[in-house]
C-alpha cells in the first residue's frame, strides 16, 4: 500500500519558466492539501483540494499559482513565471476525510529551485 | 493571529539520554494538537494527536501533554537513539470552514550524539 507519492523530488526551473508539481494521493485518499516550507521556516498551508473542487485556496498567492485534482489523475501545483522566492519545498498530504482527528499522511515533498 | 511557537529552536543531547521539547500556542478554534517527525529532505511523520479533553498520549519512546488551559504542550523523549536525530514540529489544527487547517510551528532540530 503505497504512501502519498509526490514527483518530481527535485526540480530545477530557470526564472520565468513553468513548474509542475504532482502529487498521488494516498489510496482511498480523496482529500489533498499543499504546504511550502522555505528555508529553516515551519511548512505554510497553501491549499485544500477534494476531487474536482477546491476548498480552500486561501494560502495560496494570488498570481502565478494554481492547483487541481482532476477526477482521474495525480493533483497538479503549478507555478507559472517563476521567481527566486519560489525555491522551497512542496509537500502534498492527503487524508480520508477533512473531518477533527482525521491524519494528514505526507510525501517526500517536491524541492524546486529557480535559479 | 493563530501562531504555534516552539523552543528551544535547536538541542543536542547525548544517545540515551532524554529530552523535553516544548509548544506554545495562540489558536482558535482549537480543534486538536499533533506532533510530528521531519527527518532531513522527508516529509513529517505523525506521532500522536491530542484533542482539548487529552492531557497525555503516548507513542513509545514518544510521550506528549497537553495543557489546554494554559495552550502549552511538551514532547517527551525517552532514552534517545541516534534515529531520533530530526526536526520535531508542533502542528495545531484549527477547525475553520467545517475542516481542520492545520498551523504549524518552525520545529525543534534535535542532534542525537553518540
Known amino acids: 500500500n503505497a504512501g502519498v507519492m509526490q514527483n518530481p523530488r527535485h526540480l530545477v526551473r530557470r526564472r520565468g519558466q513553468e513548474a509542475r508539481l504532482r502529487c498521488s494521493p494516498m489510496?482511498?485518499?480523496?482529500?489533498v492539501y499543499w504546504y511550502r516550507q522555505l528555508p529553516e521556516e515551519g511548512l505554510k498551508f497553501m491549499v485544500y483540494?477534494?476531487?474536482?473542487?477546491?476548498?480552500?485556496e486561501s494560502g495560496m498567492p494570488k498570481e502565478r499559482f494554481s492547483a487541481e485534482f482532476p477526477k482521474e489523475g495525480p493533483s497538479i501545483l503549478r507555478i507559472q513565471q517563476v521567481v527566486r522566492g519560489d525555491s522551497a519545498a512542496y509537500f502534498c498530504?492527503?487524508?480520508?476525510?477533512?473531518?477533527?482527528?482525521?491524519?494528514?499522511?505526507f510525501g517526500p515533498g517536491t524541492r524546486l529551485t529557480v535559479t | 493571529k493563530n501562531q504555534v511557537e516552539q523552543s528551544p529552536q535547536s538541542l543536542i543531547i547525548l544517545e540515551g539520554k532524554n529530552c523535553t521539547l516544548q509548544?506554545?500556542?495562540?489558536?482558535?478554534?482549537?480543534?486538536?494538537l499533533r506532533w510530528y517527525k521531519q527527518d532531513t529532505g522527508r516529509g513529517p511523520v505523525s506521532l500522536t494527536i491530542?484533542?482539548?479533553?487529552?492531557n497525555t498520549k503516548s507513542n513509545g519512546r514518544y510521550t506528549a501533554t497537553l495543557d489546554a488551559d494554559t495552550k502549552q504542550s511538551s514532547l517527551h523523549i525517552t532514552a534517545s537513539q541516534l534515529s531520533d536525530s530530526a526536526s520535531y514540529i508542533c502542528?495545531?489544527?484549527?477547525?475553520?470552514?467545517?475542516?481542520?487547517?492545520?498551523?504549524f510551528g518552525a520545529g525543534t532540530r534535535l542532534a542525537v550524539h553518540p
Open positions: 498530504a492527503s487524508s480520508s476525510s477533512g473531518r477533527s482527528s482525521y491524519e494528514q499522511y
Open positions: 489510496k482511498g485518499h480523496s482529500h
Open positions: 483540494l477534494q476531487k474536482e473542487n477546491i476548498i480552500d
Open positions: 509548544c506554545n500556542y495562540t489558536v482558535s478554534p482549537f480543534s486538536n
Open positions: 491530542m484533542t482539548f479533553s487529552e
Open positions: 502542528v495545531v489544527a484549527v477547525f475553520s470552514g467545517g475542516y481542520n487547517k492545520l498551523i
